[in-house]
């Protein structure tokens, strides 16, 4: 499985960014499509997480309300509709996929956004 993020960039609080994650390669076996995101100083935390079997999506309390995380399966890509941004939101975030019985993981590159106050 191979992982292509896009749609960082630039916005200012309250505005509005839409990241995309391009999942190819054996992809009959994800079981879960998540965003990660790594602030400064802090560890890489979850931002949201959808999984493949019913679609139930979980979200960090920081996000909930404002970021809404979707897949389109026949584009085999995973979003982050991510709204009122806020400037504690500037990180690199990073797509991740859980494949298989075992659980593994997959990481995108990352892609950075910056929320100017």
């Known amino acids: 499985v191979q992982l292509q993020a896009s749609g960082g960039g630039l916005a200012q609080a309250g505005g509005s960014l839409r990241l995309s994650c391009a999942v190819s390669?054996?992809?009959?076996?994800?079981?879960?499509m998540g965003w990660y995101r790594q602030r400064p100083g802090i560890q890489r935390e979850l931002v949201a997480i959808i999984r493949t079997g019913d679609d139930r999506s979980n979200y960090a309390d920081s996000v909930k309300g404002r970021f809404t995380i979707s897949r389109d399966n026949a584009k085999a890509t995973v979003y982050l509709q991510m709204n009122d941004l806020k400037p504690e939101d500037t990180a690199v975030y990073y797509c991740?996929?859980?494949?298989?019985?075992?659980?593994?993981?997959?990481w995108g590159q990352g892609t950075l956004v910056t929320v100017s106050s």
């Open positions: 390669g054996n992809t009959f076996n994800i079981n879960a």
């Open positions: 991740n996929v859980e494949t298989g019985s075992w659980g593994d993981q997959t």
